[in-house]
């Protein structure tokens, strides 16, 4: 039966342009703006909460229901709402308030149908003397399904893919090729590029840590003076983000949502049909699909944030 109420969705996404998803404050340190990261491992990471609240804006401008109007009374089912503004519409279902949830200030209130889990970086891009390759870790690895066990040499790396090299550097730090264990014969490409794949090499989970970390991509910006045009003094600024070409995984469990009852009434969609799994999936990659265009995170008007989801359902949704 639980086949039937829930089903687990694992997306991989490839970031277009670098990623800022910013602590939400300044810190004293190598940058002032820093990204937010996996307190166990200190690797870089995207936070569920902005995967959901920047697809719940998406799916809302995709389905004409940021703003709008139901007679005279306005709803915006974009963001948290709170008040009156979700319209909490369960037949038909609205496609924005049934997959992510909604709060009536005065009335009832319905937890998301979708539930949105962590990107983790799996591929990192690295220049090195051979070109970029993409490092990843048995941990990094973890989850994907493989049936086979990684095992990575304390210090050095181990090619997944083709490459030949005995040494090779990750940014400042030169590296001999080791013992290892494990290879991507059996991964599922899911939009991947092939050359993701061919130029993978793996390292320790420590390593891999101190190799992301020692390479993200570090901007430096200033104000400018309105009244004279120039650089504002003590307005430099740096920030950091995860890379261009970063391959990042995340999972959505889709729920059914035949079994619930709003103010004793079914969801229902337009046409009379049930809402199930694969009516709420469609609702969300609507959203999704907007990542690679409209961008994610902070710093969306410097250059940062686009983000394309590789195995998205329908790619024309």
């Known amino acids: 039966m639980s086949e039937n109420m829930y089903e687990i969705k694992k997306y991989y996404a ?138 990575a040499p304390a210090v050095g790396f181990y090619p997944l893919g083709e490459l030949l090299k005995n040494k090779l550097n990750f940014g400042w730090l030169m590296l001999n090729k080791g013992t290892g264990k494990g290879n991507l014969n059996e991964l599922d490409q899911k939009g991947i590029p092939k050359v993701v794949t061919q130029r993978a090499v793996l390292v320790s989970d420590n390593l891999f840590s101190l190799i992301v970390n020692s390479n993200l991509e570090v901007r430096t910006s200033v104000s400018i003076d309105p009244q004279t045009g ?28 035949k079994t619930f009852r709003i103010a004793e009434k079914e969801l229902k969609t337009e046409g009379n049909g049930d ?19 409209l961008g994610i995170g902070g710093m969306g008007t410097r250059g940062m944030g686009r983000l394309k989801v590789l195995n998205l359902e329908k790619e024309d949704c």
């Open 14 to 151: 490839i970031t277009l342009d670098p990623i800022h998803i910013g602590t939400g404050g300044s810190r004293l340190g190598r940058v002032d703006l820093p990204i937010i990261r996996e307190p166990g491992t200190n690797l870089p990471k995207i936070p569920g909460t902005s995967l959901s609240g920047t697809a719940r804006a998406y799916t809302a401008i995709a389905t004409n229901r940021y703003l709008w109007k139901d007679g005279d009374t306005e709803y915006s089912c974009a963001g948290r709402g709170g008040g009156e503004k979700h319209c909490g519409k369960v037949n038909p279902a609205c496609p924005v308030c049934i997959p992510y949830g909604f709060s009536k200030g005065t009335g009832y209130s319905m937890q998301g149908l979708a539930q949105f889990f962590d990107a983790h970086i799996l591929f990192f891009p690295v220049a090195s003397m051979a070109g970029p390759v993409w490092v990843t870790s048995p941990m990094a690895l973890e989850g994907l399904g493989l049936q086979q066990e990684f095992q």
């Open 275 to 293: 809402v199930g799994i694969s009516w709420v999936k469609t609702q969300v990659e609507k959203g999704l699909k907007l990542f690679e265009t």
């Open 230 to 257: 120039t650089a504002e003094e003590g307005a430099l600024f740096t920030y950091e983000a995860i890379p261009r070409g970063t391959i990042l995984k995340f999972e959505i469990v889709y729920n059914s949502g």
